[in-house]
């Protein structure tokens, strides 16, 4: 097996490690982002968010309001334009809070009540605290916990083969084990903003987004406008992470351009983000392993439970994570959810697998404990050869190589399994391990490449880069497809008017982008003629993948990856710091080994950061939370991460029409687990409940209350 | 955000009586609480009267008389000077503890001691808070309060001090010298903060439309051992849930001086007399250490979540005395 960043043929950009195209323009600060792209005539909207969690607005006092210094308007249930309600998104119904303003209900705190439009932000932001607005509050329930009586199995979120239970019972080793993950946050540096005005008859919105094309849709859905009347682009996204579709910024700014035919921006503050744009759930998880003695596993559940809103149903599908991983006789796993008066989670950076992976790889732990058997080796006696679920192949899978790889560089055969056993000073130390996997998907894009009268390239997608470095990777794509450099290519993206492509998500955006450019740039190949000159407007080619991505073998396609971590732990204090960390992933072909090493060395940061600091508290009398901000919500400080190693093995798929798997979310996978399981190794106390912070590793060894 | 005035004082005198006892103005140092605070609407001040240029700034020491801190002197400056890292570790240590380095090349010593509590009910005014709006109530009780204080604290109101800074200072015994509208006056920093009882409004113990100018440390050998431990829920960056500022000298087996308090135990750092009382003239031991850590946590009143406090300073009692101990035998 080789390894370690195969170094590609000079001739190909893929492979290469390339900076980002647009590095210069950020460094520089000539990159504009949303909220800082002047406009003249430019108005600023500010939100105001409901304070109580149930119940409905009984009258918001605008009057005064009106005659503060500068305020143009005062958007509420009351006078606000309808929208349309009926239609249907491409994920299903769409999110009600995008419905503003067109009901008195409140069904959690933060939903928007009212819009203040002014003529300077701290004009708009001033009269929106003003604001009086008057409830009937209604008694609210956000408390989360297992067993909640208004939990449910929603459709096909539940899947088993085999006889479960009697599995269980005529197993040797039984791990029963209950896990928690609290509510998380997304909190992209760059706030959400968009600046929304009318042109010509058109919608023109400059956004900070992670689909233009989707956004652009919805808002045409929304305002009841013709597609072509929605321009949508999002040229620079300082992160999303899953939180930057279609949220209230851009409706509230394109409302309020209609109704003052002016243009206005609208910035949500930090801590409008923890209630406008959705989080990850809370899960409480439930795993049952059932092995042999040998460790052979015969018998995998895992039930996890989330929460979602009243008004809208997203799933936390944490128990989906061990599908593809592991061989056992029988399998059952179910996420369920309860309906609280909390705003709606959404899709957060590896949304299901990054709990998921923390329950069943902590389990795998324990199991691997109580059989008295290596935790690498009992990946090894369980490695399926095909789907466990489903039967089908895998495209390509080298877990095995990644925990061998991985292994050889962490020093793990020297591994003492005792824990509780290794000191320095005032720390124990331990070490753990996790297996990450993460779906290789595809979705249909379209492209346009046109070969320019001068000798370069345009290449015109609605992809998004969201700082993963997409950009960069699709300018080297198109390099080597259409056999020219990297320097020669022109790459446009994050206009809705470039045509349907899919979002920046689900970590398929390099790899479908990247196929629609490639399927384009040979079609244009073939039409240049050497020694031809090329008419003034250039040669354009166009594709659409929707018939390739359909006609995709079914096959079992994921990345995997090891993840290891080492731990120091002061039970004293119960600080615990990470030493080390190092994944090995196998990921398909790696097209910017810069810019994919950020990728996997930011996701592994990500859970450290879930291991051991993130956490939102929702105050139960209130229903709100409690330090909604980056004082009150802790995520890993550079202190905390210390130096964190990523690299890759060879993974590849003669078969795949692209090769490339994606790269945006897997380094979160396991990797809380792996820093647990360390905890483990250092104390011989097992945490199941994240963040895994000071309070409960002194109660974990003092036995007092509190958690 | 409200419109403000604001004006630039020149002396210490003018800069009062700029202010003038407006209960309405605020001093102006770093901005680094203050703004922040503004921004959220939790204070709502018509004036600001920026004392930055006063001239505070200066750091003097002498054997006899000990250390002479001015009240615009930066934390970074404060921490970077060589008879404050000689003679006060400890007080170094704690001012290095805190924030960020953004954060304390901007704050001054003044500000610092007169920073607000970090509470989240507090620094919310969609939530209820004795503290802000007197009356209101305290959520924290009934609510999120793991990191609130378990020491001195009311059924009104159980926030913390967030200052790492004020707890050296308290340990070696410092004195606040202010100005106000009557003339120049001193407190002691164990008198600054009031109790806070039935009236967690009311934090400190300053004439009104005072202006703090100096802090000072009186000339104590002992201080020259001293340590400052801090306990967060990440590496940097963020506040205590628990800290110990210790001084100890000690003559073979027995403690002949000892100075201790605790941080983020308490609506204001806590001098651990009773502990000082029991550790002077007795055993250097753990035992002794653990001793009188409990003895001083005896009076602890914790609440449902916040228990793991009592455990945390009693480790770091013991673990800071032990670590000076063992400095002290070199």
């Known amino acids: ?707 | 955000m409200k419109e403000f005035g604001y004006d630039r004082a020149h002396d210490v005198q003018g800069a009062v009586a700029l202010l003038g006892g407006d209960p309405e103005a605020r001093f102006l140092g770093g901005g680094t609480n203050l703004v922040d605070l503004m921004k959220a609407g939790v204070e709502r001040p018509t004036r600001l009267v920026d004392v930055r240029e006063l001239p505070l700034g200066r750091i003097e020491f002498s054997p006899e008389d000990g250390l002479r801190i001015g009240a615009t002197v930066t934390n970074s400056e404060l921490a970077a000077h060589p008879e404050v890292r000689r003679h006060y570790p400890a007080l170094a240590q704690a001012v290095l503890a805190g924030a960020s380095g953004q954060l304390r090349n901007m704050a001054t010593v003044g500000g610092n001691l007169l920073q607000r509590t970090r509470c989240g009910y507090f620094t919310d005014l969609t939530k209820p808070c004795n503290k802000r709006t007197p009356g209101s109530g305290c959520p924290a009780i009934e609510g999120e309060h793991h990191n609130h204080a378990v020491l001195g604290a009311s059924e009104h109101c159980v926030a913390t001090h967030p200052s790492d800074m004020a707890v050296a200072l308290t340990a070696l015994d410092a004195v606040v010298a202010y100005e106000s509208a009557d003339g120049p006056g001193e407190l002691p920093l164990s008198d600054l903060y009031l109790p806070v009882g039935d009236t967690p409004h009311l934090e400190t113990a300053l004439p009104a439309g005072a202006l703090i100018t100096a802090v000072t440390l009186p000339a104590a050998p002992v201080a020259a051992t001293s340590r400052y431990r801090k306990v967060r829920e990440r590496a940097s960056y963020a506040f205590a849930i628990g800290s110990v500022a210790a001084a100890l000298d000690v003559q073979g087996d027995v403690v002949r001086d000892v100075r201790l308090a605790f941080g983020a135990v308490a609506s204001r750092p806590w001098r651990a007399t009773t502990a000082e009382r029991l550790l002077t003239g007795g055993p250097v031991s753990a035992e002794a250490f653990a001793a009188a850590a409990d003895a001083e946590l005896a009076a602890a009143r914790p609440l449902p979540h916040n228990g793991y406090k009592v455990t945390l300073m009693r480790n770091l009692v013991v673990a800071v005395l032990t670590e000076l101990a063992e400095e002290a035998a070199r």
């Open chain 1, 1 to 707: 097996m080789t390894t370690t960043t195969p170094t590609a043929a000079a001739s190909r950009a893929v492979g290469t490690a390339h900076t980002r195209v647009e590095g210069l323009a950020k460094v520089t600060g000539a990159a504009r982002y949303a909220g800082e792209v002047p406009h003249p005539e430019l108005a600023h909207g500010w939100l105001v968010l409901a304070t109580v969690a149930r119940g409905r607005v009984r009258s918001v006092e605008e009057a005064p309001v009106l005659d503060m210094p500068g305020v143009l308007a005062v958007l509420h249930h009351g006078n606000a334009p309808r929208l349309e309600a009926g239609y249907m998104g491409v994920f299903g119904p769409p999110d009600p809070v995008l419905q503003l303003f067109q009901h008195d209900r409140v069904p959690y705190v933060g939903w928007p009540v009212a819009l203040v439009v002014a003529e300077t932000p701290e004009q708009a932001r001033e009269a929106a605290e003003t604001l009086t607005v008057r409830y009937d509050a209604e008694p609210h329930d956000v408390a989360f916990f297992a067993g909640h009586s208004g939990m449910y199995t929603p459709e096909g979120a539940e899947e088993s083969r085999g006889d479960l239970e009697s599995e269980l019972a005529s197993s040797a080793v039984v791990v029963d084990a209950e896990y928690t993950t609290p509510e998380e946050h997304h909190s992209s540096m760059e706030p959400h903003a968009a600046i929304a005005r009318w042109d010509g008859g058109r919608l023109e919105v400059v956004d900070s987004n992670q689909g233009s094309r989707f956004v652009a849709d919805e808002l045409a859905k929304l305002f009841s406008l013709d597609a072509e009347s929605v321009r949508v682009r999002s040229e620079h996204v300082g992160g999303g992470f899953g939180s930057k579709g279609t949220r209230p910024h851009q409706v509230s700014a394109a409302m309020a351009a209609t109704v003052l035919h002016r243009p206005v921006r609208v910035v949500l503050t930090r801590r409008q983000m923890f209630a406008l744009v959705g989080y990850r759930s809370p899960t409480v998880q439930r795993v049952r392993l059932g092995a042999d003695h040998d460790g052979r596993l015969r018998a995998v559940d895992h039930v996890s439970e989330c929460l979602t809103s009243t008004v809208h149903e997203f799933v936390e599908r944490a128990a989906d994570f061990g599908h593809p991983l592991y061989d056992a006789n029988a399998h059952h796993t179910a996420s369920r959810v309860v309906r609280l008066d909390v705003p709606t989670p959404t899709w957060m950076r590896a949304p299901g697998e990054a709990p998921g992976s923390f329950a069943l790889e902590s389990a795998l732990d324990e199991l691997a404990e109580k059989c008295g058997i290596d935790p690498i080796e009992l990946r090894v006696r369980n490695e399926p050869s095909v789907g466990p679920l489903t039967g089908l192949p895998f495209s390509s899978r080298n877990l095995l190589a990644c925990f061998e790889e991985g292994a050889r560089r962490f020093g793990w055969a020297d591994r003492d399994p005792r824990p509780g056993v290794r000191r320095e000073g005032r720390w124990l130390l331990g070490t753990g391990t996790a297996a990450s996997a993460f779906p290789t998907l595809s979705a249909p894009s379209t492209a346009a490449v046109t070969a320019e009268a001068d000798g370069t390239f345009t290449v015109r997608i609605t992809a998004a880069d969201i700082g993963t470095g997409s950009r960069t990777a699709l300018t080297q794509i198109a390099a080597d497809a259409l056999g020219t450099t990297p320097g020669r290519i022109r790459m446009r993206i994050a206009d809705s008017d470039f045509g349907a492509a899919i979002m920046a998500g689900g970590s398929m955006g390099t790899r479908s982008w990247a196929w629609a450019i490639t399927v384009a740039a040979r079609a244009l190949r073939e039409r240049l003629v050497p020694g031809v000159a090329l008419p003034p407007e250039g040669i354009t080619e166009r594709s659409d993948t929707s018939a390739a991505v359909g006609a995709l073998t079914e096959k079992e396609r994921h990345a995997f990856g090891a993840q290891f971590a080492e731990v120091a732990v002061d039970v004293g204090t119960g600080e615990v710091r990470v030493r080390r960390m190092l994944g090995i992933f196998a990921a398909g072909r790696i097209v910017n080994p810069l810019t994919a090493r950020g990728q996997f060395v930011g996701g592994m940061t990500w859970g450290l950061s879930m291991a051991l600091h993130e956490e939102a508290t929702r105050d139960q009398a209130s229903g709100g939370h409690v330090g909604a901000d980056l004082a009150g919500y802790h995520f890993a400080a550079h202190a905390d991460v210390p130096a964190i190693e990523a690299d890759w093995v060879d993974d590849p798929d003669p078969d795949d029409p692209v090769g490339i798997k994606g790269i945006g979310e897997i380094g979160v996978v396991g990797a809380a687990a792996a820093v647990a399981n360390a905890v483990w190794h250092a104390t011989g106390v097992r945490h199941r409940n994240l963040p895994i912070r000071p309070d409960r590793v002194l109660n974990a060894v003092g036995g007092a209350d509190g958690a």
